[in-house]
């Protein structure tokens, strides 16, 4: 048993520990990486140095095309690592041109499917209103896509995905979630910092993952997956959710039930994980 | 945040080109490319003010075991120690091997 488990860790291939370009590269098919507007087209963002923060040659976002499982696709990858993951206007913009491009080329006949890797606090502040319009953008062009092909988000962790990105999220036709995940419109800190340090401690972490975390995300059934850290288990959902094809009615078509489930809450309650998955189970349209 | 900028005798110029790092808390970001040959330009963006003589010793040190091949490297620090920063460059130099 001792060995198995040794075995098993040995074999085991972290996918969380990778940056955003490793997770691309690692999602596709051997020798198909491809990547637009690589670092070396030093499209960095105009705005961080002049308010002194360093910025990254690629902004922080990684567009990688070429196949998966011998299918075009194109992966979109968020650096957690570099300024949260925030997301400000050539970021934004290469994430929302990478999908309105993978929308054009299904109208002319190529079934481009994308993945989006959400590592991200959402909006860069030093960047807020170029940055939400970018998320705006990206969230219309899910939305596009979406008609044509599965989109499917991945949350792996360790930044989660938060703010207007988990919106963006929520459009995905599939969303994947590793237990390390997180998934919320606000993140702990906001929280505690609007409700008080008695209903949400952000330090708490066991609490903060009880609500956010990824395994909860699944049983409450707004997640389509619920994966291991391991990049072979992570590709083999990401390929079984696009073998379903696209879903009946997306998640974000269901908003009438999901909104008569929230009006039942009693929020002079404190919720906790229990009551959150019992609110959302039942059976959904 | 400060740019610096450093200049260096080299050979004749690299071959191919690398990234490595992230501009994330105690790492950098260095890019590699070939240059215009006998020169190393190297340019850094740094987070850290008033680290000058700090980077102007760390490629001295750098280059006193090797000759490096004609390179503009572009640095995006956000307050790696000198000894991270050593094994980035290394680390990006070997890439170029590979390139």
Sequence with gaps: MHDANIQRLLQQRSFTELGARQRARALLDAGSFRELLDPFARLESPWLARQGIVPQADDGVVVAKGLLDGQPAVIIAIEGAFQGGSLGEVGGAKIAGALELAAADNRHGIPTRAVLLLETGGVRLQEANLGLAAIAEIQAAIVELRQYQPVIGLVAGPVGCFGGMSIAAGLCSYLLVTREARLGLNGPQVIEQEAGIDEYDSRDRPFIWSLTGGEQRHASGLVDGYVADDVEQIRGQLLALFAKGKPALERSRRHAWFLERLQGVDTSVQADAAAVRSTYQGEQP | ?99
């Design chain 2, 1 to 99: 945040m400060q740019t610096l900028s450093f200049e260096f005798p080299a050979g004749q110029p690299a071959r191919g080109r690398a990234l490595v790092g992230c501009v994330g808390s105690g790492d950098l970001e260095v890019l590699l490319e070939p240059g215009t040959a006998g020169t190393l330009a190297i340019q850094v963006v740094t987070s850290v003010n008033g680290s000058a003589a700090r980077w102007q010793q760390l490629f001295e040190r750098l280059l006193r075991a090797q000759q490096l091949p004609a390179l503009n490297i572009a640095i995006h620090d956000f307050g790696a120690t000198p000894g991270v920063v050593r094994l980035r460059l290394e680390q990006g130099l070997e890439e170029l091997n590979h390139a």
